[in-house]
């Protein structure tokens, strides 16, 4: 699979990367999640269908992974995985995040499933945590959805911090992930915060799909100011694949011969400033049909179609609230 420098870091990186988000805990809130991971639920049964998934992933070349501090047990999935097949930091490169403490207790009818903090102190607590699951293995570390409201833009204690991991080698790469109607806001500020004379943030994961593209012209500037871009949501949650707007790309998936998953995929890809596009699968299914996006080519015609799908920022961050953990 075709490789990229992850902006001006020296992380080497596929064009489609896997995120463990659906799968290092038996809830999420992807449409069909209940029904992805039913009968799997327990830890044994979800680690292994996560090794199922990453030798799938591995199968077809992907070389980039996304793990967090709050995926459950997603780095410790991803740990075990590492070791059982021997896999070297020249196969796979590993982006986690910090800020969100997974509080769930493996119930799916958890009242709070996660809590954001992005302190120094939960910083140290979990970059602890991480060190002892995947010791020397985490190229990038993520503010897991920095927002202006979680303070984390003006925590120099913690912005710090983060800068010193890099200037040590603990991890090569700095970012930040986004998340909600101020994703422009967020990352307007984070692009000018500075440590040692440069950028302190070498990347960012972002939302961006056919339904929420309004961070398309920033994450192009962002790209062009040489920091990494990782699309993630790229179907909106499962949105694009199984929600109300699914048949009108579903009708251009047909007439491309495609899946709509893989024209959905396709369509971020397709972003010039896009270096890694997310697949979020849950099954091996789902991952080699996703993977198909790869080689699908967009016409204006389907550019066009998909484009009108666009709503309003406010309307898509409601809906994205609201969806429920299953
Ligand atoms: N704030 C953050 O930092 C943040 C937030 C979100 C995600 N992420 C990262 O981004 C990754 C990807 O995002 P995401 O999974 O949340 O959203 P996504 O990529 O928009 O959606 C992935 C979901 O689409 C559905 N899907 C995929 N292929 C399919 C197929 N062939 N047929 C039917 N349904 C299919 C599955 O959901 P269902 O089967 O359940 O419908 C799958 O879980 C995550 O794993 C995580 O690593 C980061």
């Known amino acids: 699979m075709e490789r990229r420098r992850l902006g001006r870091t020296t992380l080497s990186v596929t064009r489609l990367g896997l995120g463990l988000a659906a799968l290092g805990r038996p809830g999420y809130v992807n449409l069909g999640h209940g029904d992805d991971v039913r009968g799997s639920t327990d830890v044994v049964g979800l680690e292994r269908r996560t090794h199922a998934v990453l030798d799938a992933a591995l199968d077809v070349g992907i070389g980039y992974l996304d793990v967090a501090r709050s995926y459950g047990r997603a780095e410790a999935f991803l740990s075990s995985w590492l070791a059982a097949r021997d896999i070297g930091p020249e196969v796979v490169t590993v982006g986690t995040k910090w800020g969100y403490t997974y509080t769930a207790d493996w119930r799916v009818d958890a009242d709070v499933h996660e809590v954001k903090d992005h302190s120094l102190a939960t910083l140290r607590r979990q970059w602890a945590e991480t060190r002892a699951l995947l010791g020397g293995r985490v190229d990038l570390l993520q503010v897991h959805s920095a927002t202006v409201e979680s303070g984390i833009l003006e925590a120099d204690d913690a912005l710090d911090a983060l800068a010193a991991l ?127 996006a790869l080689r699908v080519v967009l016409d204006e015609a389907a550019v066009a179609a998909l484009g009108a799908l666009a709503q309003p920022v406010d309307a898509y961050w409601r809906q994205r609230r609201a969806l429920a953990w299953t």
């Not at 990352?187 to 302190?200: F, N, Y």
């Open 166 to 292: 890099r200037a040590s080698g603990d991890v090569r790469a700095v970012g930040l992930t986004l998340s909600g109607a101020g994703q422009a806001t967020t990352l307007q500020r984070a692009m000018v915060i500075e440590r040692d004379g440069h950028r302190l943030f070498d990347a960012v994961q972002a939302t961006w799909n056919a339904l929420e593209p309004s961070l398309g012209p920033l994450l192009r500037e962002a790209h062009a100011a040489g920091m990494g871009i990782i699309v993630k949501e790229a179907l909106a949650n499962g949105r694009l694949v199984r929600g109300p707007e699914a048949a009108a790309v579903a009708s251009e998936a047909q007439r491309l011969g495609t899946s709509p998953d893989a024209l959905a995929l396709g369509h971020a890809l397709a972003q010039p400033w896009a270096d890694v596009v997310l697949s979020g699968a849950a099954t091996v299914e789902q991952l080699r049909s996703n993977v198909d």
